[in-house]
């Protein structure tokens, strides 16, 4: 247990350094916080600092999911050895979920972070890469026919434990298990884009959608 609570914590650590603050710092003290709709993650960045911001925290809100998933659980720690009673897999799912955590509720910046989605998608490309492409397609899909990222991020990370449990189990049972505790993990982080959705507050990208080319008000976002 000893291996399994440091190597958490370790991922946990990195999951809350955040791409917002950290391009923000760089670009000379932003916090994107303070702005747009106060969410620290990439659609905030984008709609406030522009692109190449929020490329910046993307890369690194992703790459944090993929090092707390994909190194953190093979690293080598001096005085904390390997414990042969702990599933390698079930190590690798509790780090992912460490770092998603972390990048949630950073500690570095009081529990003030993202939505999850970025670290998540980083987790994914270690727990389960051969089905990112169909959360990619899930989550296009709904944003072009109802342009609501929050919306589209929900329904992707929802659709992803419900395709596992029609195929996959009763095998890769740990795989489901992450991706339905964290399904529902990302609809709760999310519960303000559903209120704003349902009082027609949520900001709405009508340019990206295909039926629809209606102005859209202000609101909330998400990742």
């Known amino acids: 247990m000893l291996e399994l609570g440091v190597k958490f914590l370790i991922s946990y650590f990195i999951g809350s350094l955040m791409g917002s603050m950290i391009v923000g710092r760089l670009r000379g003290g932003i916090d994107i916080r303070t702005m747009g709709s106060g969410n620290a993650g990439g659609t905030n960045a984008l709609r406030t600092q522009g692109v190449l911001f929020a490329l910046g925290v993307v890369l690194i809100d992703v790459g944090k999911g993929v090092i707390g998933a994909g190194v953190v659980p093979g690293f080598d720690i001096p005085f904390v050895p390997n414990d042969p009673a702990i599933s390698r897999i079930w190590l690798t799912i509790c780090c992912a979920a460490a ?47 109802s342009g609501y990222v929050g919306l589209a991020t929900m329904s992707a990370a929802t659709a992803l434990p419900i395709y596992l449990g029609i195929v996959v189990l009763p095998q890769e049972q740990a795989t489901f298990v992450y991706t339905a505790v964290m399904a529902m993990c990302i609809v709760y982080w999310h519960r303000s884009n559903i209120r704003n959705m349902r009082n027609s507050q949520e900001h709405r990208n009508t340019g990206l959608m295909i039926f629809s080319r209606k102005k859209a008000g202000p609101g909330n976002d998400e990742s």
């Open 99 to 145: 770092a998603v955590i972390g990048h949630v509720y950073p500690i570095y910046h009081g529990f003030k972070g993202g939505k999850g989605a970025a670290t998540f998608v980083g987790t994914l490309a270690v727990v389960c890469p051969a089905l990112i492409i169909g959360v990619v397609a899930v989550w296009t899909l709904v944003l072009v026919v």
